[in-house]
Protein backbone atom coordinates (compact mmCIF):
# COMPACT_ATOMS: atom_id res chain seq x y z
CA UNK A 1 0.00 0.00 0.00
CA UNK A 2 3.17 2.34 1.00
CA UNK A 3 4.96 1.44 -2.22
CA UNK A 4 1.90 2.02 -4.39
CA UNK A 5 1.32 5.64 -2.67
CA UNK A 6 4.89 6.77 -2.85
CA UNK A 7 4.36 5.73 -6.74
CA UNK A 8 1.25 7.66 -7.50
CA UNK A 9 3.53 10.85 -5.57
CA UNK A 10 6.06 10.30 -7.51
CA UNK A 11 3.82 10.20 -10.80
CA UNK A 12 2.27 13.68 -10.01
CA UNK A 13 5.24 15.04 -9.19
CA UNK A 14 7.25 14.28 -12.83
CA UNK A 15 3.58 15.09 -14.22
CA UNK A 16 3.69 19.12 -12.20
CA UNK A 17 7.10 19.40 -13.31
CA UNK A 18 6.76 18.60 -16.70
CA UNK A 19 3.86 20.75 -16.96
CA UNK A 20 5.11 23.67 -14.45
CA UNK A 21 8.87 23.99 -15.77
CA UNK A 22 8.55 24.36 -19.46
CA UNK A 23 5.62 27.10 -18.94
CA UNK A 24 7.71 28.75 -16.36
CA UNK A 25 10.69 28.66 -18.27
CA UNK A 26 9.02 30.15 -21.05
CA UNK A 27 7.14 32.80 -19.47
CA UNK A 28 10.59 33.82 -17.40
CA UNK A 29 12.33 33.95 -20.97
CA UNK A 30 9.76 36.36 -22.53
CA UNK A 31 9.08 38.46 -19.44
CA UNK A 32 13.75 39.15 -19.25
CA UNK A 33 13.46 39.57 -23.29
CA UNK A 34 10.37 42.23 -23.10
CA UNK A 35 12.68 43.22 -20.08
CA UNK A 36 15.55 43.98 -21.72
CA UNK A 37 13.91 46.06 -24.92
CA UNK A 38 12.74 47.83 -22.54
CA UNK A 39 15.32 49.14 -20.71
CA UNK A 40 17.27 49.23 -24.20
CA UNK A 41 14.35 52.17 -24.83
CA UNK A 42 16.37 56.10 -25.13
CA UNK A 43 14.45 57.72 -21.73
CA UNK A 44 13.04 60.23 -23.96
CA UNK A 45 10.86 57.77 -25.66
CA UNK A 46 10.22 56.00 -22.75
CA UNK A 47 6.60 55.33 -21.67
CA UNK A 48 6.93 57.33 -18.10
CA UNK A 49 8.08 60.46 -20.27
CA UNK A 50 5.45 60.04 -23.20
CA UNK A 51 2.38 59.29 -21.33
CA UNK A 52 3.30 59.39 -17.11
CA UNK A 53 2.45 55.53 -16.80
CA UNK A 54 4.90 52.55 -16.96
CA UNK A 55 3.58 50.22 -20.21
CA UNK A 56 5.59 46.53 -19.60
CA UNK A 57 6.36 46.16 -23.05
CA UNK A 58 6.18 49.12 -24.89
CA UNK A 59 9.90 48.66 -26.12
CA UNK A 60 8.97 45.65 -27.83
CA UNK A 61 5.77 46.92 -29.23
CA UNK A 62 7.75 49.84 -30.00
CA UNK A 63 10.95 47.71 -32.15
CA UNK A 64 8.02 45.81 -34.04
CA UNK A 65 5.72 48.89 -35.47
CA UNK A 66 9.59 49.69 -36.52
CA UNK A 67 10.52 46.74 -38.03
CA UNK A 68 6.86 46.65 -39.70
CA UNK A 69 7.01 50.12 -41.48
CA UNK A 70 10.96 49.68 -42.75
CA UNK A 71 9.88 46.24 -43.79
CA UNK A 72 6.88 48.03 -45.67
CA UNK A 73 9.22 51.09 -47.19
CA UNK A 74 11.86 48.48 -48.16
CA UNK A 75 9.11 46.28 -50.57
CA UNK A 76 8.63 49.57 -52.54
CA UNK A 77 11.12 51.58 -55.05
CA UNK A 78 12.31 53.94 -52.66
CA UNK A 79 12.77 52.07 -50.02
CA UNK A 80 14.64 49.43 -52.35
CA UNK A 81 16.47 52.52 -53.42
CA UNK A 82 17.16 53.70 -49.76
CA UNK A 83 18.62 50.34 -48.64
CA UNK A 84 20.93 50.13 -51.68
CA UNK A 85 22.46 53.62 -50.55
CA UNK A 86 23.00 51.85 -47.13
CA UNK A 87 24.40 48.94 -48.28
CA UNK A 88 27.30 50.67 -50.81
CA UNK A 89 27.93 52.68 -47.27
CA UNK A 90 28.51 49.58 -45.46
CA UNK A 91 30.82 48.00 -48.20
CA UNK A 92 32.78 50.26 -48.30
CA UNK A 93 33.36 50.94 -44.27
CA UNK A 94 35.74 47.61 -43.97
CA UNK A 95 34.91 45.88 -40.35
CA UNK A 96 31.44 46.92 -40.94
CA UNK A 97 31.13 44.99 -44.12
CA UNK A 98 32.18 41.82 -43.23
CA UNK A 99 29.66 41.74 -40.05
CA UNK A 100 26.92 43.08 -41.93
CA UNK A 101 27.53 40.44 -44.87
CA UNK A 102 27.59 37.86 -42.41
CA UNK A 103 24.46 38.96 -40.32
CA UNK A 104 22.42 39.70 -43.28
CA UNK A 105 23.39 36.34 -44.58
CA UNK A 106 22.61 34.36 -41.56
CA UNK A 107 19.05 36.17 -40.98
CA UNK A 108 18.03 35.58 -44.55
CA UNK A 109 19.17 31.87 -44.05
CA UNK A 110 16.85 31.07 -41.42
CA UNK A 111 14.35 33.77 -41.86
CA UNK A 112 12.80 33.16 -45.63
CA UNK A 113 11.36 29.97 -46.89
CA UNK A 114 12.85 26.93 -45.46
CA UNK A 115 12.78 25.69 -48.93
CA UNK A 116 14.89 28.80 -49.96
CA UNK A 117 16.94 28.83 -47.26
CA UNK A 118 18.34 25.01 -47.17
CA UNK A 119 17.39 23.15 -50.64
CA UNK A 120 17.43 20.01 -48.66
CA UNK A 121 18.45 17.66 -45.47
CA UNK A 122 20.71 14.78 -45.96
CA UNK A 123 23.07 12.60 -42.82
CA UNK A 124 26.22 13.32 -42.74
CA UNK A 125 29.33 11.18 -41.10
CA UNK A 126 30.19 13.67 -38.92
CA UNK A 127 32.49 14.84 -36.52
CA UNK A 128 33.99 11.12 -37.22
CA UNK A 129 33.66 8.10 -38.31
CA UNK A 130 30.61 6.17 -36.67
CA UNK A 131 28.54 9.15 -35.61
CA UNK A 132 25.89 10.70 -37.79
CA UNK A 133 24.71 14.15 -37.87
CA UNK A 134 21.16 15.92 -39.72
CA UNK A 135 22.91 19.00 -42.40
CA UNK A 136 21.03 21.28 -44.32
CA UNK A 137 22.60 21.26 -48.23
CA UNK A 138 22.86 24.90 -48.50
CA UNK A 139 24.34 24.82 -52.14
CA UNK A 140 27.71 23.87 -54.19
CA UNK A 141 30.92 25.61 -53.31
CA UNK A 142 32.87 27.49 -55.63
CA UNK A 143 35.66 26.54 -57.97
CA UNK A 144 38.39 27.43 -56.06
CA UNK A 145 37.19 25.39 -53.12
CA UNK A 146 35.64 22.14 -54.93
CA UNK A 147 38.36 21.80 -57.36
CA UNK A 148 40.31 21.50 -54.75
CA UNK A 149 38.64 17.98 -53.16
CA UNK A 150 37.14 16.91 -56.44
CA UNK A 151 36.08 17.38 -59.98
CA UNK A 152 32.64 17.39 -59.55
CA UNK A 153 29.67 16.03 -56.39
CA UNK A 154 30.77 18.60 -54.40
CA UNK A 155 28.02 20.37 -51.93
CA UNK A 156 27.83 22.61 -49.54
CA UNK A 157 26.38 21.58 -46.06
CA UNK A 158 25.14 23.71 -42.84
CA UNK A 159 25.63 21.49 -39.63
CA UNK A 160 23.29 23.08 -36.63
CA UNK A 161 24.36 22.67 -33.02
CA UNK A 162 21.75 21.44 -29.98
CA UNK A 163 19.50 23.36 -28.71
CA UNK A 164 20.39 26.77 -31.11
CA UNK A 165 19.98 25.48 -35.39
CA UNK A 166 21.40 29.31 -35.98
CA UNK A 167 25.10 28.25 -35.05
CA UNK A 168 26.86 25.49 -36.47
CA UNK A 169 29.19 24.99 -38.68
CA UNK A 170 30.07 24.93 -42.62
CA UNK A 171 31.19 21.89 -44.50
CA UNK A 172 32.56 21.21 -47.75
CA UNK A 173 31.67 17.71 -48.32
CA UNK A 174 31.13 14.60 -51.72
CA UNK A 175 28.02 14.24 -51.69
CA UNK A 176 28.44 10.62 -52.47
CA UNK A 177 29.22 10.89 -48.20
CA UNK A 178 25.60 12.18 -47.24
CA UNK A 179 22.52 10.01 -47.11
CA UNK A 180 19.42 11.64 -48.09
CA UNK A 181 16.58 12.01 -45.62
CA UNK A 182 13.02 11.79 -46.92
CA UNK A 183 11.68 14.72 -44.05
CA UNK A 184 11.11 18.91 -44.26
CA UNK A 185 13.35 21.32 -43.02
CA UNK A 186 11.05 22.21 -40.81
CA UNK A 187 11.13 18.67 -39.67
CA UNK A 188 14.61 18.28 -38.97
CA UNK A 189 14.76 21.66 -37.25
CA UNK A 190 12.49 20.60 -34.81
CA UNK A 191 14.36 17.40 -34.28
CA UNK A 192 17.47 19.59 -33.27
CA UNK A 193 16.17 21.77 -31.32
CA UNK A 194 14.02 19.20 -29.46
CA UNK A 195 17.84 17.28 -29.22
CA UNK A 196 14.89 14.38 -30.55
CA UNK A 197 12.18 14.04 -28.20
CA UNK A 198 10.21 15.21 -30.11
CA UNK A 199 10.35 12.41 -32.64
CA UNK A 200 10.03 10.38 -29.27
CA UNK A 201 6.90 12.26 -28.32
CA UNK A 202 5.44 12.19 -31.36
CA UNK A 203 5.90 8.33 -31.30
CA UNK A 204 3.94 8.18 -28.15
CA UNK A 205 1.45 10.01 -29.71
CA UNK A 206 0.89 7.86 -32.63
CA UNK A 207 1.20 4.45 -30.83
CA UNK A 208 -1.59 6.04 -27.90
CA UNK A 209 -3.67 6.68 -31.20
CA UNK A 210 -3.56 3.54 -32.62
CA UNK A 211 -4.27 1.68 -29.18
CA UNK A 212 -7.09 3.98 -28.84
CA UNK A 213 -8.84 3.15 -32.02
CA UNK A 214 -8.10 -0.18 -31.23
CA UNK A 215 -10.09 -0.41 -28.04
CA UNK A 216 -12.82 1.39 -30.18
CA UNK A 217 -12.82 -0.79 -32.74
CA UNK A 218 -15.76 -3.39 -32.66
CA UNK A 219 -14.32 -7.15 -31.72
CA UNK A 220 -14.96 -9.92 -34.17
CA UNK A 221 -16.74 -12.82 -33.79
CA UNK A 222 -15.34 -15.96 -33.29
Known amino acids: MLSFIKRQLQQSIIAGLLVLVPTAGTVF ?6 DAV ?29 VLVIG ?10 LLRISERIMNHIPVARSVYGVIKQ ?11 AFSRVV ?9 WTIAFVTGVPEEAISN ?15 PNPTSGFYLVVEEKNTKPLDITVER ?13 EEAL ?6 VAKQKKAPKKKK
Do not use: C
Not at 188 to 200: D, E, F, H, N, Y
Open 29 to 34: VIWNLI
Open 188 to 200: ALKLIVSVGVAQT
Open 205 to 210: EKASRT
Open 72 to 81: ALTRNILGTY
Open 148 to 162: HIAPQGVISVFVPTT
Open 123 to 131: LLEYPKEGI
Open 38 to 66: DRMMPGVYQPENLFGIKIPGWGLFTVLVL
Open 106 to 116: ILSAFLQDSSE
